[in-house]
């Protein structure tokens, strides 16, 4: 179904802008490249964790959680 897709594809731009809003990421003054960038990153994770989630909600990943191994993550990169 190419039209779906191609639809699909178009939501894509205005779903990733919309996250990295909502989340605090990017504003209107931001590069539209990195509100695209950091809005996918956000797609990435929530998604991650929605499948972690739909196998064992218990188990599934915390904000807390997240945050702490982002935090960790980022501290290793480039050491």
Avoid: C
């Avoid at 191609?6 to 605090?24: D, H, I, N, P, T």
């Avoid at 504003?27 to 929605?50: K, R, S």
């Avoid at 972690?52 to 915390?62: I, V």
């Amino acid at each position: 179904m190419p039209e779906l897709l191609a639809e699909l594809s178009k939501q894509q731009v205005e779903a990733r802008e919309g996250v990295a809003m909502l989340f605090g990421s990017a504003d209107e003054n931001t590069d539209p490249e990195t509100t695209q960038q950091v809005g996918a990153f956000y797609q990435a994770l929530l998604l991650g964790v929605i499948a972690l989630w739909l196998f064992d909600p218990a188990k599934a990943p915390k904000g807390e959680d997240l945050a702490k191994a982002i935090q960790h993550v980022a501290s290793t990169i480039g050491s």
